[in-house]
């Protein structure tokens, strides 16, 4: 089992910057592939970055020269840096992990709501 707490979500103006943090506990959060996805009301979760536990990082092209995708192992914490924040970035963010970065079977943290106002 692994447990995952979403933080630092928030209401910004477009152009603004944010930095969601995922706390991760459970035996078993080592070699796991780590994630963030979204869901805007009315629309299908979408993957928006994910990380291997060796480093490997892949962003959906919506994101990608905007968004950062790290993690601290040592703190078993994931982070998503957030930059130049548009209004259709607006969704709630969920952190995921998984055995494999396919993410299924994942286990998902409760979100934090992002809202970026034009």
């Known amino acids: 089992q692994v447990q995952l707490v979403e933080s630092g979500g928030g209401s910004v103006q477009s152009g603004g910057s944010l930095r969601l943090s995922c706390a991760a506990s459970g035996s078993t959060y080592s070699n796991y592939c780590m994630g963030w996805f979204r869901q805007a009301p009315g629309k299908e979760r979408l993957r928006v970055a994910s990380?291997?536990?060796?480093?490997?990082?892949t962003y959906a092209n919506a994101v990608k020269g905007r968004f950062t995708i790290s993690q601290d192992n040592a703190k078993n914490t994931l982070y998503l840096q957030m930059n130049s924040l548009k209004p259709e970035d607006t969704a709630m963010y969920y952190c995921?992990?998984?055995?494999?970065?396919?993410?299924?079977?994942?286990?998902w943290g409760q979100g934090t709501q992002v809202t970026v106002q034009s």
């Open positions: 995921a992990a998984a055995r494999f970065c396919a993410f299924s079977g994942a286990y």
């Open positions: 990380i291997t536990y060796t480093g490997f990082t």
